[in-house]
C-alpha cells in the first residue's frame, strides 16, 4: 500500500514512518508541506494520505481542498494537534475520510488508517461524540467563518502579509483584503491587529 505523511517536523514523519513501514507492506512518501504533498499525490496516487493541519504555506484544510480537486477519490485522514471539534468538523466538510488527534494511540492510527485506505471512515471517539452530541456552541463566531476565511485567519495569525496569504492560497490579493474585511466583520473587530490577536487566542495559528 502506498502511502503519503504531510508533515512539516522531521521527527513526526520519521516516527510514523517507523510505525506504518514496520510490517513492511507500506510504501511511504513524505512531504513538508501542501506543495510537495500535491506534486507527491499527483504523481503517486497513495490509497490513503496522512496530514497534519499546521503546515506552512497551504494550510490543511486547504490542502485537503486541492487534493479532493486534483483527485476526488483521494482518502484523507488528518492527524492533528486539535483536539477540537470545529476542527474535525472544519477538515470532514473540506473532505477528509477521518480525524484522529496526536494524542491518540499507535493502535488507533492504525485502525484508522486501514479503514480510511479501505474506503471507510473514522474519526477518533471522543472527538465523533462530541460532534453528534452538538457540544460547539452555537455562538462560536469560527463557525461562521467559510474554510478559506479561516484559512486565511490561521495565515495571518502566523503574520503572513495580504500579498504573502494571496500567494500562497492562489487567489489574488483583493480576494483576500475583502475576505479579511469579512471576517473582521464577522468577529467584530475593526482592526487586522486586533483580528490577529483574537486568532492567537483562539488557538487558531
Not at 506552512?56 to 476526488?72: A, F, K, S, V
Not at 500562497?168 to 491587529?193: D, E, F, M, P, W
Amino acid at each position: 500500500m502506498k502511502m503519503l505523511l504531510v508533515d512539516d517536523h522531521a521527527i513526526v514523519r520519521a516516527g510514523l514512518r517507523q510505525l506504518l513501514g514496520a510490517g513492511g507492506t507500506v510504501v511511504v512518501f513524505e512531504a513538508r508541506d501542501g506543495r510537495e504533498a500535491l506534486a507527491l499525490a499527483r504523481r503517486e496516487r497513495p490509497e490513503v494520505i496522512l496530514l497534519d493541519l499546521n503546515l506552512p504555506g497551504i494550510g490543511g484544510i486547504e490542502l485537503i481542498r486541492r487534493l479532493q480537486q486534483q483527485d476526488g477519490a483521494s482518502r484523507v485522514l488528518v492527524l492533528s494537534m486539535h483536539a477540537e471539534p470545529l476542527y474535525a468538523a472544519r477538515a470532514l466538510q473540506a473532505g477528509a475520510r477521518g480525524y484522529i488527534s496526536k494524542n491518540a494511540a499507535p493502535d488507533e492510527l492504525l485502525t484508522a488508517l486501514r479503514r480510511v485506505a479501505e474506503g471507510g471512515r473514522y474519526i477518533e471517539a471522543e472527538i465523533a461524540q462530541a460532534l453528534a452530541l452538538q457540544t460547539l456552541p452555537a455562538a462560536d463566531p469560527l463557525q461562521a467563518l467559510s474554510e478559506r476565511n479561516l484559512e486565511i485567519l490561521r495565515l495571518l495569525a502566523e503574520g503572513r502579509s495580504l500579498a504573502e496569504i494571496a500567494a500562497a492560497l492562489g487567489i489574488g490579493y483583493k480576494t483576500v483584503a475583502n475576505a479579511c474585511s469579512q471576517i473582521k466583520a464577522t468577529l467584530g473587530v475593526g482592526r487586522t491587529a486586533d483580528l490577529v490577536r483574537m486568532a492567537i487566542a483562539m488557538g487558531i495559528a
